[in-house]
């Protein structure tokens, strides 16, 4: 069975930093593209970033670029993703993502990141 | 605003089929047969229903179907059933900045 579990979500202030994690099981971490995908209170989901399978590629959406920084530990079928320069328009919850192909085939139960002061 | 434009809500009685539309540009949906769709039951995580713009993971009811006409894709639910009651999302590869775009979402209610 495919499981996906995030970690790391919490209140934080504007301005301050959050890492997230994502344990994974039931799949050849390694083997795979992993993503994370955003969904803001109320409103739609947004690709936040993709990581290729070895860790040398990474790509982000244009309003994260600089701040948050996609990682993984295959040793560990780890992801993360560490967030610098919260801001309020970041609160959402946070789904780690496996990228079977070109879709979002298994999901997380999502970590909420709340940016407030 | 999202990238791909969705209906905000269709409906239908159990039995009748709906169809959710999915309307991109030539630099998404029009450019890759990368269209997928998601079901969203509330307070949980979405689940890939199509993929490849006509596809079906295993375990996910014949029901479902997907289809593409230039930059425009689309949702077709069969035989509604109270449980199909959700929101649905399309989402695409893009060649723009952002790898991936999503649509707004299309809340389905089953009357």
């Known amino acids: 069975e495919v499981q996906l579990v995030e970690s790391g979500g919490g209140l934080v202030q504007p301005g301050g930093s959050l890492r997230l994690s994502c344990a994974t099981s039931?799949?050849?971490?390694?083997?795979?593209?992993m993503s994370w995908v955003r969904q803001a209170p109320g409103k739609g989901l947004e690709w936040v970033a993709n990581i290729n399978r070895e860790g040398s590629e990474t790509y982000y959406v244009d309003s994260v670029k600089g701040r948050f920084s996609i990682s993984r530990d295959n040793a560990e079928n780890s992801l993360f993703l560490q967030m610098n320069s919260l801001r309020a328009e970041d609160t959402a919850v946070y789904y780690c993502?496996?990228?079977?192909?070109?879709?979002?085939?298994?999901w997380g139960q999502g970590t909420l990141v709340t940016v407030s002061s | 605003q999202s990238a791909l434009t969705q209906p905000a809500s269709v409906s239908g009685s159990p039995g009748q089929s709906i169809t959710i539309s999915c309307t991109g540009t030539?630099?998404?949906?029009?450019?890759?047969?990368?269209v997928s769709w998601y079901q969203q039951q509330p307070g949980k995580a979405p689940k890939l229903m199509i993929y490849?713009?006509?596809k079906r993971p295993s375990g996910v009811s014949s029901r479902f179907s997907g289809s593409k006409s230039g930059n425009t894709a689309s949702l077709t639910i069969s035989g509604l059933l109270a449980e199909d009651e959700a929101d649905y999302y399309c989402g695409s590869y893009t060649t723009g900045s952002t790898a991936w775009v999503f649509g707004g979402g299309t809340k389905l209610t089953v009357l």
């Open positions: 490849d713009v006509s």
């Open positions: 030539s630099s998404d949906v029009g450019a890759y047969n990368y």
């Open positions: 993502v496996h990228n079977s192909g070109w879709r979002f085939g298994y």
């Open positions: 039931g799949f050849t971490f390694r083997g795979s593209w």
